[in-house]
T-cell receptor, first 112, second 114 residues
Framework: ELKVEQNPLFLSMQEGKNYTIYCNYS?????LYWYRQDPGKSLESLFV?????AVKQEGRLMASLDTKARLSTLHITAAVHDLSATYFC????????????FGTGTRLQVFP | DGGITQSPKYLFRKEGQNVTLSCEQN?????MYWYRQDPGQGLRLIYY???????QKGDIAEGYSVSREKKESFPLTVTSAQKNPTAFYLC?????????????FGPGTRLTVL
């Protein structure tokens, strides 16, 4: 059974600092997604990672995928308050379907 | 504007009642999904549909039912058999169930059992 674990579950960081969120998954998958969720809101797609070694960047966020290690990272550079949200990774559980398994999420709080 | 709409935004249900949550998309997507989110947790798949007139159970389908009579619509019924239905329900769609495209989510319906 595919399991997806994120750590940390909660992250409080100061503006301007860097940090990394980790997403580990238990079985082979070539597709990994990162989403952002603001409190009480829906999910917003951030990144789609489709192959080993894939790296994508948008603003202060950079995501990477290592399929051999079954690990994805979401790196935050010089955090700002607007990045405060919950971040989810999700892994496609099967090669030919779009059925996702979500991690439990990392709640990020950025303070001045 | 293309997107996914869900209604109502908030829904209150008395015990023993069935309620139906609406999900509509105008993105021309083939695949649609229903997820449940409990506080402080990730999303769990309830049902999904890869094409009109076809749907499959997800991980937590017990106490729920769906229909897919039109491409644009994928309503979810929460039946009285669902013992703990209070949660945030999210509908999503993607181009097809076999694509690598991301899933796009609606704004959600918050269901509370009184």
């Amino acid at each position: 059974e595919l399991k997806v674990e994120q750590n940390p579950l909660f992250l409080s960081m100061q503006e301007g600092k860097n940090y990394t969120i980790y997403c580990n998954y238990s079985t082979t998958s070539d597709r990994l997604y990162w989403y952002r969720q603001d409190p009480g809101k829906s999910l917003e797609s951030l990144f789609v990672l489709l192959s080993n070694g894939a790296v994508k960047q948008e603003g202060r966020l950079m995501a990477s995928l290592d399929t051999k290690a079954r690990l994805s990272t979401l790196h935050i550079t010089a955090a700002v308050h607007d990045l405060s949200a919950t971040y989810f990774c999700a892994v496609d559980r099967s090669y030919n379907t779009d059925k996702l398994i979500f991690g439990t999420g990392t709640r990020l709080q950025v303070f001045p | 504007d293309g997107g996914i709409t869900q209604s109502p935004k908030y829904l209150f249900r008395k015990e023993g009642q069935n309620v139906t949550l609406s999900c509509e998309q105008n993105l021309n997507h083939d695949a649609m999904y229903w997820y449940r989110q409990d506080p402080g947790q990730g999303l769990r798949l309830i049902y999904y549909s890869q094409i009109v007139n076809d749907f499959q159970k997800g991980d937590i389908a017990e106490g729920y039912s769906v229909s897919r009579e039109k491409k644009e619509s994928f309503p979810l019924t929460v039946t009285s058999a669902q013992k703990n239905p209070t949660a945030f329900y999210l509908c999503a769609s993607s181009i097809s169930a076999y694509s690598t495209d991301t899933q796009y989510f609606g704004p959600g319906t918050r269901l509370t059992v009184l």
